[in-house]
């Protein structure tokens, strides 16, 4: 009998049943070592000798699979197959040989892209040697992260209490939420105003054509500047005849794009779905692990971190053979099409996200799915389906037109286009896309050319120019893979540790930089902005790809950045801290010192009115305060803007944030004895809502509080009974009701957007699993078996909020913590403490029985 090492306990027992009873599957439950948070894990001046640890629930089944491979023949290695599953193989194998365990026995390491039995018995007929030169580039990898945040974090410190570690990658990632919102502050807005004709052809149909030249000059966006130009070309062209110059029908081919990639699926997943880019790999690491198919347990999709875009040979042919069956031989293209990477610095060769079997459509396998495994699946096999069918034909047609009057002249364009063969959009059928909507396909009606057109109006509107939008998950991730920062496994956590550490917030699925985080990214761009360049983080990032592919040596990358990066830290702590202040105070000035309604100095006093406000650092971060300190004790945080300041407003009074536009009753943000809420109206009558979860005080605005006080907001009449879809916030957070039947929303943000299409959706699922209250709720995270046995451990959302179930035992998770964001060894950690309280002996009791 051989041992099969794996990371989870889902893929374990999976692969258990592919391979029978001449193999035992153990799982790792991911890394089983890692550096410990502490000085000395990494020392450079030992030629970068690392110590690793082992944390207690590694320690026990590393002991269980030591003994395991003991009593065995030889051991396999089937972790995932790129440089975290060949570092997490390395590791297993360093304990296992500490341990005195394999003796002369085989090793044998294996990799495949897809939990399909075909796939794990063809791998199993291939092993290999563990790959040095991965498990070389993961070690350097760790080690510079490692070295980075220890030896800055102090520094930072030390110049910025309060602030928090700043890593390797995230902290370039946070530069450019930071440089977009700095970019926004700068953005000076612009009116102009478009014109354009509704026009009538001689067979009476309709279309509207657009400004684009006048009196021969070509006009430009920002060209029409003022209201008054606007109304004098609008009178002319009321007065204008119109005859048409050309008509010029273009046909254009539309290819399909590649099948997914990791940071491509994040991005598809955010803008069509509303999933984080955690969510997303949460979701696809359910669907690669193994689904029960009627019986049948099979990984639905490939591995899900990769930056590939190529399919292997015979899922081409597979994909192809669905085309011509699904959709007939005329969408199949005559050989299969090729893709290739276009992010810089793509990582290792694997395949691009698609299903394992093309036979299994979305529609098959949605009984066997939740609703957001079915969404994602659907999402990869109809991308995947699609990069194999032939090009969509469109033809787009462009009309131009003359208007003459007044002794002047102005030229119109007309623009629309024509499917005339569907081709890959068929792949996409009736739901909106990215890949199956056409920003311009608006038909035109048949026009002749030189024929008259008759003028019914014209529409004169005034535009102002916008800045830049801030990111989101999706466009973050996305230039970060543009510039070459950051690989597919670590997109998902460095966004999450920009939220944990309180560096950006997420609003409207925008990033929001915060205070502190704009002060740590201020203090490197100005004393360590080599280490914050993209061009030189996406240069080391090659060199890790280059001693992945044997080509350099981890230790001599690690000595040559080190040498300079000791040197800089070195350099900044002789620095005094009010010399920091000084350069943060003149970087963050429209931050720090917002523009006074009164036109006065900013960084004047407002309570003593002869100090200088200035940064100062407490023991919990930043804040404003006066020089006159200790006469004057005016202080106030971070963006506020108010007379008083934070020592004397923040909400022990009302701040008023406007008025009712439909009751003109004035609306204010007030703080109770159950936490801030908003008030429209005085008195007994007056209506009140508490701040949901997540939304801060300091950032509540008009806008914001008035939606707050418009809930439970009306989504729609239900197609089926006519009854009203309303949303809301509860005591257990958002929901939709809908004729009695609740169902959760995911975010309160979903509240104020959800559609009725959605909404319908939700609403039936909920109805469909049944609205008992003494039923289980589903599970939210599935985290695998139980080590000891006896069951499943789950995370839930029950009446008092999330918690981790085994068995009886259900043990609430900490205040603040993301349920989704729970790991296999947390989840024990609570049910041990949990079991002092009888759970331990309830859950035994079940595993005994």
């Not at 760790?142 to 209490?161: E, H, I, M, N, Q």
């Amino acid at each position: 009998m051989d041992v099969v090492i794996v990371e989870s306990p889902a893929k374990a027992k999976t692969i258990n049943k592919y391979l029978g009873k001449d193999y035992k599957v153990l799982a790792s439950f991911g890394h089983v070592r890692d550096l410990p948070a502490k000085d000395g894990s990494v020392r450079p001046d030992e030629d970068f000798a690392m110590s690793w640890a082992v944390d207690s629930p590694s320690a026990k089944r590393l002991s269980e699979i030591a003994k395991a491979v003991k009593e065995a023949d030889g051991l396999i290695l089937a972790t995932d197959p790129d440089r975290e599953g060949e570092a997490i193989s390395w590791h297993v194998l360093e304990v296992l040989r500490q341990k005195r365990a394999l003796k002369d026995k085989p090793v044998r390491r294996v990799v495949f892209n897809a939990i399909t039995k075909k796939a794990v018995l063809d791998a199993m007929a291939e092993p290999r040697e563990i790959d040095a030169s991965l498990v070389d580039a993961y070690l350097a990898r760790r080690a510079l992260d490692y070295l980075v945040g220890f030896t800055l974090s102090p520094v930072l410190w030390r110049k910025l209490p309060g602030a928090r570690s700043a890593g390797r990658v995230q902290s370039v990632a946070l530069r450019l939420v930071c440089d977009r919102e700095a970019e926004i502050e700068r953005f000076v807005r612009e009116d102009y105003w478009q014109i354009a004709a509704l026009l009538d052809t001689p067979r009476a149909e309709r279309f509207e054509a657009r400004l684009t030249t006048l009196d021969g000059r070509k006009l430009q966006k920002l060209d029409i500047k003022s209201e008054g130009e606007a109304q004098a070309i609008k009178a002319m062209l009321e007065g204008a005849t119109y005859r048409v110059l050309s008509v010029e029908a273009k046909p254009t081919r539309r290819n399909p794009a590649p099948p997914f990639t990791t940071s491509t699926l994040q991005q598809a997943a955010s803008s069509r779905l509303g999933f984080s880019a955690s969510r997303t790999m949460q979701v696809a690491q359910r669907l690669y692990e193994g689904v029960d198919i009627g019986g049948e347990t099979a990984g639905l999709i490939t591995y899900m971190r990769t930056d590939g875009v190529q399919m292997a040979p015979e899922a081409l042919e597979q994909a192809r053979a669905a085309v011509g069956q699904t959709f007939g031989e005329r969408y199949l293209p005559e050989k299969p099409r090729v893709y290739s990477v276009k992010a810089k610095n793509a990582q290792e060769a694997h395949e691009a996200i698609r299903p394992t079997d093309f036979s299994r459509t979305p529609e098959q396998v949605r009984k066997y799915l939740d609703a957001d495994q079915a969404r994602l699946y659907e999402m990869i096999w109809k991308r995947a389906i699609a990069s194999q069918m032939q090009a969509a034909e469109i033809e787009r047609t462009t009309v131009e037109i003359e208007a003459t009057g007044s002794g002047r002249r102005a030229g119109l364009r007309a623009v629309g286009s024509v499917v005339r063969f569907d081709g890959f959009l068929a792949a996409y059928a009736e739901i909106k896309d990215d890949d199956s909507e056409d920003e311009e396909s608006r038909r035109l009606p048949e026009i002749r050319s030189g024929e008259a057109l008759n003028c019914e109006r014209i529409d004169a509107t005034k535009h102002t120019t916008e800045p830049p939008p801030r990111y989101s998950e999706a466009s973050l991730i996305k230039k970060m893979e543009e510039l070459g920062i950051g690989r597919p496994s670590t997109y998902a956590a460095t966004l999450k540790t920009l939220e944990d550490r309180d560096y950006v917030t997420i609003e409207k699925r925008r990033l929001v930089p915060q205070a502190k985080g704009r002060i740590v990214t201020a203090f490197l761009e100005n004393f360590f902005r080599r280490y914050v360049e993209y061009d030189f983080t996406a240069d080391l990032e090659e060199k890790l790809d280059d001693i992945s592919a044997g080509k350099l040596s981890w230790k001599e990358v690690l000595r040559d950045f080190w040498r300079d990066f000791s040197g800089a830290v070195g350099d900044i702590k002789e620095l005094r801290v009010a010399d920091v202040l000084d350069v943060l105070n003149e970087e963050l000035a429209p931050l720090v010192f917002p523009a006074r309604e009164d036109g006065g100095d900013p960084r004047l006093c407002p309570k003593c009115g002869t100090g200088r406000l200035s940064l100062k650092l407490g023991r919990y971060g930043a804040f404003v305060g006066c020089s006159n300190y200790p006469e004057c004790g005016y202080t106030r945080q971070l963006g506020e803007n108010g007379e008083n300041g934070a020592g004397d407003a923040g909400l022990d009074g009302n701040r008023v944030l406007g008025t009712d536009p439909f009751t003109g009753e004035e609306i204010t943000l007030r703080s109770g004895r159950f936490g801030p809420y908003v008030q429209r109206g005085d008195g007994k009558e007056a209506k009140r809502a508490s701040l949901p979860k997540g939304w801060k005080p300091e950032d509540l605005d008009h806008e914001r509080a008035l939606a707050l006080l418009s809930l439970p907001r009306d989504v729609g009449p239900h197609p089926e009974t006519g009854k009203m879809i309303s949303a809301g916030i509860g005591r257990y957070g958002p929901f939709l009701l809908h004729d009695g039947t609740y169902a959760n929303l995911d975010s309160v943000e979903d509240v104020f957007s959800i559609g009725l299409n959605r909404a319908v959706s939700l609403i039936a699922e909920k109805k469909a699993k049944g609205n008992g209250r003494r039923s289980k709720p589903a599970a939210l995270k599935e985290l695998g078996e139980h080590p000891d046995g006896g069951g499943a451990v789950t995370v839930r959302d029950g009446r008092y909020g999330p918690y981790v179930n085994f068995g009886k035992v259900n043990a609430t998770l900490p205040k603040g913590k993301d349920p989704m964001s729970v790991t296999m060894e947390e989840a024990l950690a609570l049910i041990a403490a949990k079991g002092g309280k009888g759970g331990k002996k309830a859950a035994r009791g079940k595993a005994g029985g």
